[in-house]
């Protein structure tokens, strides 16, 4: 077994222990809707990892991505933290 080998199998271990955990004891509190934001946060993302042959795009995606995502947990924190009126 080669090492790229080896290293995919432990992270799809890593991974079945983590399924396997999180249907045992259950998500934890409600269930949360995904923002628009968050949604085009994540669509980035996967763009990045289909285009990583591409570097420039590639990464170019995973940028927009990690932004949108930290705009979108800024702007949930914002609107948590509002007083009422």
Do not use: N
């Not at 999180?22 to 509190?29: E, I, R, S």
């Not at 990045?48 to 995502?69: M, N, S, T």
Request: glycine letters at 12%; one cysteine or more; a positive charge.
């Amino acid at each position: 077994m080669s090492a790229s080998a080896a290293y995919v199998a432990i992270a799809v271990g890593v991974l079945a222990v983590l399924a396997v955990l999180l249907l045992a004891v259950g998500w934890g509190g409600g269930t949360r809707r995904l923002t628009p934001l968050a949604g085009l946060a994540l669509a980035c993302v996967v763009c990045g990892i289909v285009f990583g042959q591409e570097k420039a795009v590639g990464y170019a995606c995973f940028a927009v991505g990690i932004l949108l995502a930290v705009v979108d947990a800024v702007r949930r924190t914002r609107a948590g933290h509002r007083s009422p009126e």
